[in-house]
């Protein structure tokens, strides 16, 4: 039923787009990209091969002028995981929200990345793969019930704030776990700069999440570009939201680039739970296109035994 769904929705992207274009009338795209690698996984007690899909996904985006002072914007986009056998989940929910936006700013409703996850940038050189940050690090929410205000750019600084619903299963089932009531969530951040490095050379980021998740965060980040080199850090400091003890980790990061092929390095510790480091190589095949691979090890502290991912794969953005 989801896959009739979804193919439906991909069909009527595309007849929209079309008409869009002939005669003008409300803008759409349709977009998303294919990440799949061929990988070993041993996650300290087996070990396996795969070929396995990385947050790809499929997604329809647009905006839509009201007046010469106010929009409306939307995205509705889904996770496809190719790798998969049971047709039923092969796509999942990602960010799936509408909203306005004017001289005051912007404010969207509906399921959406909350403004810690959205701070980091790109700081984090292995996102989606086995090396992603969110495997050490507390905080990358993607929340069912938000409403996210973020102000206009002043000088490059942009603010922002996502409120978690507390009825949002993502509060229900952390509240569940730490056997108290769900509660509302709030999640801030101030940045500066532009995390692509195109308009200025440094990216920096303040957030802090107060029981979201059931967890209370602070996260600095900060990006600069130095020529063709790239360099990273965050420093990260969570806590339980009930009961917790706190606890602080940090990442650093690099990329090199020499013309087509990006080299990456990544490195990442938190205290009492474990540390990490990722090597790989990107190879422009063409603007949309990129072949990839990577090798991570992982060690835990609650384990003696060490992860080791290596992978190799394509990626294609439309």
């Avoid at 005669?23 to 091969?49: I, M, R, W």
């Avoid at 002043?154 to 769900?182: H, I, P």
């Avoid at 990442?251 to 540390?275: C, F, P, R, T, W």
């Amino acid at each position: 039923m989801m896959n009739v769904f979804c193919k439906t929705l991909l069909a009527s992207a595309l007849t929209a787009a079309t008409l869009a274009s002939a005669q003008a009338a409300e803008p759409l795209t349709v977009y998303g990209k294919v990440n799949v690698t061929a990988q070993s996984n041993d996650d300290g007690v087996e070990s396996e091969t795969t070929v396995q899909s990385n947050a790809s996904r499929l997604g329809v985006k647009g905006d839509f002028e009201l007046s010469s002072s106010l929009e409306a914007f939307y995205t509705v986009e889904y996770e496809v995981d190719t790798g998969n056998d049971d047709k039923n989940k092969t796509f999942v929910a990602r960010n799936q929200f509408v909203g306005l936006k004017g001289a005051f700013g912007a404010v969207s409703l509906g399921r959406n990345d909350t403004m810690m996850k959205n701070s980091q940038g790109n700081v984090d050189q292995f996102n989606d793969l086995s090396g992603d940050l969110k495997h050490l690090f507390k905080g990358d929410n993607r929340v069912e019930q938000t409403v996210t205000y973020m102000t206009p750019s002043m000088n490059n600084f942009r603010f922002g704030v996502t409120y978690a619903a507390e009825a949002a299963s993502t509060q229900v089932e952390a509240a569940k776990k730490d056997e108290t009531e769900s509660t509302d969530g709030f999640s801030l951040a101030a940045m500066y700069g532009d995390k692509d490095l195109k308009n200025t050379p440094v990216y920096a980021a303040l957030a802090y999440d107060s029981e979201v998740a059931g967890y209370d965060i602070l996260r600095a980040t900060v990006q600069a570009k130095f020529a063709d080199f790239v360099v990273g850090g965050m420093y990260q400091q969570q806590e339980k939201s009930v009961g917790g003890t706190s606890t602080d980790g940090f990442l650093l990061s690099a990329a090199y680039h020499i013309n087509a092929v990006v080299l990456k390095a990544q490195y990442q510790d938190m205290e009492d739970k474990g540390d990490s480091w990722s090597i790989g190589a990107d190879y422009k095949l063409g603007k949309p296109t990129k072949l990839l691979a990577f090798y991570t090890t992982r060690d835990m502290d609650a384990s003696t035994e060490s992860e080791d991912y290596i992978g190799v794969g394509i990626e294609h953005k439309f």
